[in-house]
Antibody, heavy 121, light 107 residues
Framework: EVQLVQSGAEVKKPGESLKISCKGSGYSFTSYWIGWVRQMPGKGLEWMGIIYPDDSDTRYSPSFQGQVTISADKSISTAYLQWSSLKASDTAMYYC??????????????WGQGTLVTVSS | DIQMTQSPSSLSASVGDRVTITCRASQSISSYLNWYQQKPGKAPKLLIYAASSLQSGVPLRFSGSGSGTDFTLTISSLQPEDFATYYCQQSYSIPRKFGQGTKVEIK
């Protein structure tokens, strides 16, 4: 069974750093891109970026480039989303999702349960 | 970036109703269009990919159509478990943006 299990909720202060994780199982982790999606409170889904765990090739949305870092450790089948200096506006639910190609079309076919990040002084 | 615009932002419907949600891309995306369903407190779930292909396990009352810039998601007979927010997403180019969502509520 394919599973993406994300790390638990975080409460941080502005300016602090943070790294959240997404561990994949039940499939070949190095063969599928993993993406990250932000959902601010009461708002819609925002595509942040995507990483190919086998070689760590990473693509970012221009909106998130320079604001976060996406990485992966294929030895432990885990992808990461990292901030060096959090802002209150980073408060959101963050989802990881497994990219799949279905008949040549890119989708997110499995999703993690989400990690709630709260940034408040 | 390709912008995705959904309409309406919300709608009220009754069980058994036929519901249609539209999604428009700011430029042609061929059939590179996905639809997701999200229930409160849950992760999104893939419903339709390639504009009209039903993901495995998704009920047949869901269907998608369109190509180019205009797409629709149709629920042929709304069921209680279908009350949720629906998002389109283009998979034509990076960033693979989502529409703003359409909330389907109980009338």
């Amino acid at each position: 069974e394919v599973q993406l299990v994300q790390s638990g909720a975080e409460v941080k202060k502005p300016g602090e750093s943070l790294k959240i994780s997404c561990k994949g199982s039940g499939y070949s982790f190095t063969s599928y891109w993993i993406g990250w999606v932000r959902q601010m409170p009461g708002k819609g889904l925002e595509w942040m970026g995507i990483i190919y765990p086998d070689d760590s090739d990473t693509r970012y949305s221009p909106s998130f480039q320079g604001q976060v870092t996406i990485s992966a450790d294929k030895s432990i089948s885990t992808a990461y989303l990292q901030w060096s200096s959090l802002k209150a506006s980073d408060t959101a639910m963050y989802y990881c999702a497994k990219r799949n190609i279905l008949t040549g079309y890119s989708t997110f076919d499995y999703w993690g349960q989400g990690t709630l990040v709260t940034v408040s002084s | 970036d390709i912008q995705m615009t959904q309409s309406p932002s919300s709608l009220s419907a009754s069980v058994g109703d036929r519901v249609t949600i539209t999604c428009r891309a700011s430029q042609s995306i061929s059939s590179y269009l996905n639809w997701y369903q999200q229930k409160p407190g849950k992760a999104p779930k893939l419903l339709i990919y390639a504009a009209s292909s039903l993901q495995s396990g998704v009920p047949l009352r869901f269907s998608g159509s369109g190509s180019g810039t205009d797409f629709t998601l149709t629920i042929s007979s709304l069921q209680p478990e279908d009350f949720a927010t629906y998002y389109c997403q283009q998979s034509y180019s990076i960033p693979r943006k989502f529409g703003q969502g359409t909330k389907v509520e109980i009338k």
